[in-house]
């Protein structure tokens, strides 16, 4: 049960967290929903598995195809174009340290 738990406050704390994100980068995106946030970052985690991107972190082929993946799926999700989809991870990136830092919650950050 801790470990469900544990699951479902990181779930919600990385939804918040892209949901800030896009919010941040892209105002008023009609496709910036909590629910959104959601959906895309329990596919973003499950692609970073599937990706083998967690458990072969030292080759480049796992992350070139993770990295790809998440930019279709934040590009197509929320409707921005690719360097918006940059700001995004970068806005991510830095929201996540900062609940880290703050809360000591590790954010999904998109996949973790």
Not at 3 to 23: C, E, I, K
């Amino acid at each position: 049960m801790n470990h469900f738990l544990s699951f479902v406050v990181r779930l919600v704390v990385s939804a918040a967290v892209l949901w800030l994100a896009v919010a941040w980068v892209s105002p008023g995106n009609p496709a910036n929903t909590f629910g959104t946030a959601v959906l895309v970052s329990l596919v973003l985690s499950i692609a970073y598995y599937v990706t083998l991107a967690k458990f072969l972190w030292f080759l480049l082929l796992p992350w070139l195809l993770y990295v790809f993946i998440w930019l279709a799926v934040v590009m197509g999700t929320y409707g921005v174009g690719f360097w918006r989809a940059l700001l995004v991870a970068i806005a991510l990136a830095l929201l996540s340290w900062i609940v880290q830092g703050i809360f000591g919650v590790r954010t999904f950050r998109s996949g973790e």
